[in-house]
């Protein structure tokens, strides 16, 4: 019989999958995560995951068909669901001008950076953001595509627990701080995500190393996986050392070819 890989945990049990390795799922719209990318990840024994946020419910099951035409192992998606929208702008480019006015400096940064290095800017053609009925109609895709796992990259997935479990899907919840991180656990995900301040998206203020044990011991005997600035195989290993089941890996895919 085949020796397992040296770093195969019950977390890799629980997923169905040979190493503790997770595929981010980066991106809005139409620079989301590629499927060929997420497939890939899949059949090299880790986990890849859709970021399917900001896209149609029509494009967000073609890419979860993609995927399955391409690996029979286990994937994931990634949306952000909606926390507060009462008071956010209705289309995106309302955000990015909300964005602008508040945060001037910050969006200042970003246009420095994408003249730098000769970046294009993200106009999405879309232009729905994030709100409840939006997010209905991607998760019903989800489902109905019986996708193994659903990642929420942002809000609380607590509602969709009766649903995910009846038909076997793992949820796994995103988190910046301790506190949240106590709060994703009684809603009663299946892991949580320790996102370090350096990782992309929606995190916290606090830095990866210093977040990992405090999240396990917060929220033991609840997997975490290790988000944040890991880009290679010693970042792995120092976030399973921290007590982490598996790491959620964005920035070491950044430079990946299709």
Not at 92 to 115: D, K, M, N, W, Y
Not at 139 to 150: A, D, I, S
Not at 168 to 196: E, P
Not at 227 to 248: E, F, M, S, T, Y
């Amino acid at each position: 019989m085949m020796a397992r890989p040296i770093f195969h945990n019950a977390f890799c049990d629980l997923l169905g999958i040979e190493y503790p390795i997770l595929l981010a799922g980066m991106g809005v719209g139409g620079r989301a995560t590629p499927p060929r990318l997420v497939a890939a990840v899949s059949e090299a024994g880790g986990a890849g995951v859709l970021g399917c946020s900001g896209l149609s419910p029509e494009e967000t099951r073609r890419r979860i068909r993609e995927v399955r035409s391409l690996t029979d192992r286990p994937f994931g998606v990634d949306l952000l669901l909606p926390v507060r929208i009462a008071d956010a702008p209705d289309t995106r480019s309302g955000v990015r001008e909300e964005i602008r006015r508040r945060f001037p400096e910050h969006a200042a940064f970003v246009q420095t950076l994408i003249q730098r290095y000769g970046l294009p800017e993200a106009r999405p053609a879309d232009e729905t953001v994030v709100n409840i009925e939006y997010a209905k109609r991607v998760l019903e895709v989800v489902f109905e595509e019986r996708v193994p796992l659903f990642a929420a990259g942002l809000g609380d997935p607590e509602f969709l627990l009766p649903r995910a479990r009846a038909q076997g899907m793992k949820l796994i919840g995103l988190s910046g701080s301790v506190r949240n991180a106590v709060r994703q656990q009684k809603s009663g995900v299946d892991a949580i995500v320790a996102q370090g301040t350096e990782a992309g998206g929606h995190t916290g203020t606090v830095a990866t190393l210093p977040l990992i044990p405090q999240v396990v011991d917060a929220v033991s005997p609840t997997p975490v996986l290790a988000a944040g600035g890991i880009g290679d195989g010693r970042g792995i290993v120092a976030a399973l050392a921290l007590g982490a089941q598996a790491a959620w890996l964005g920035t070491a895919y950044l430079v990946a070819e299709e």
